[in-house]
């Protein structure tokens, strides 16, 4: 457990993404900066899982289009293999972009219903220039049976297959290139109950056989505790609280977590005492000045008005963005 760790396969340092809009949305409204992702670092090694979560809106989806390269960073670097990720578009960017994929929310969404999913499967190699139609061919087949999926499925149409399906011929189409991140964005939150245990089983499994790493957004704080080795909460763009899951879940140290965990339905006869936040998120336009969550935390003092806390080591390796926050190490 505490043997060190190979080098990241992604890093992620201070992630900064704004935007500038209309205050209100008006088109002669005054400017304002959007802060989406405002200072987010991580880092990432092969065969892990680094969970993130939060409300909509805080910058989960944001933060992983950052690391693709899809969206511009406003400030910050992305290194993969150690190496800047370059500017999108170029020459450079698409080959690192081949070793990151990602795996979106509605496989009916990502597929295209007119064309027969062997073909959807293939297509990454052909716009690679990789191997001829034969093999490409060969290698579609191998990646749906790796999936779970059968020769037979190569010719159906999306419509044609259930949802967990679909979802196997997404992943398959993420596999074809032999990436080594995977960007799972709520890859399950638009299946039937029944398959998304199959479905997550299938994500470990493929882990374990390629040494896949997973950067898993979701929802499901339960299924987010199952499958990472790193969960980083996040709140108004910036992570919050940032650890080991079993040490988070069980004793979460910022309250925004808190109230997180405390909404994860248990099976116990006295279930657990929720606590209910006061209030939607406030706009990213207008963060609130000192710590952004002092407006729904139940333990705002003074200090949380006026100084934004950073985010500090705690003595059991996790780090937390909170004042009030027990057991600070010296960091
Ligand atoms: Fe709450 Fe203050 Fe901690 Fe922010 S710094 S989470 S407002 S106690």
Redesign the pocket.
């Known amino acids: 457990m505490n043997a060190p760790l190979d080098a990241p396969l992604v890093q992620a340092e201070n992630l900064v993404r704004h935007y500038r809009v209309r205050r209100g949305g008006r088109l002669f409204g005054e400017h304002a900066t959007l802060r989406a992702v405002d200072g987010v670092s991580f880092a990432l090694q092969a065969g892990r899982t680094l969970g993130l979560v939060g409300e909509s809106g805080c910058g989960k989806t944001t933060t992983a289009r950052l690391v693709l390269g899809l969206l511009t960073l406003t400030a910050g670097t992305i290194r993969v293999d150690g190496e800047i990720l370059p500017g999108a578009g170029t020459a450079r960017w698409r080959s690192l972009r081949q070793v990151m994929q990602m795996v979106f929310q509605d496989p009916l969404a990502a597929l295209d219903r007119r064309v027969a999913v062997g073909r959807q499967v293939m297509e990454p190699l052909a716009i690679h220039g990789i191997a001829n139609a034969g093999e490409r061919r060969e290698r579609a087949l191998a990646i749906l049976h790796s999936v779970g999926l059968q020769a037979h499925h190569f010719d159906r149409y999306p419509h044609e297959l259930s949802g967990g399906q679909r979802q196997r011929v997404v992943l398959a189409r993420a596999l074809i290139l032999s990436p080594r991140l995977l960007v799972c964005d709520e890859p399950i939150s638009a299946l039937d109950v029944s398959i998304q245990a199959q479905v997550v089983n299938l994500l470990l499994d493929l882990q374990a056989e390629r040494g896949l790493a997973y950067l898993f957004i979701s929802h499901d704080l339960r299924m987010v505790r199952q499958v990472s080795h790193e969960v980083a909460v996040m709140y108004l763009g910036r992570i919050?609280e940032q650890g080991d899951p079993d040490l988070l879940f069980a004793a979460p140290a910022?309250?925004?977590t808190q109230a997180l965990v405390s909404a994860i339905p248990v099976a116990t006869e006295r279930g657990r005492k929720r606590l209910i936040l006061k209030g939607d998120p406030p706009n990213p336009v207008s963060v609130p000045p000192?710590?952004?969550?002092?407006t729904?935390?139940?333990?705002?003092?003074a200090?949380?008005?006026a100084?934004t806390?950073a985010l500090r080591l705690l003595d059991d390796g996790r780090r937390v963005?909170?004042?009030?926050?027990p057991g600070m190490a010296d960091a």
């Open positions: 919050v910022h309250p925004y000192g710590c952004a969550f002092h729904r935390c139940p333990m705002a003092v200090r949380c008005r100084e806390p963005a909170c004042h009030l926050a």
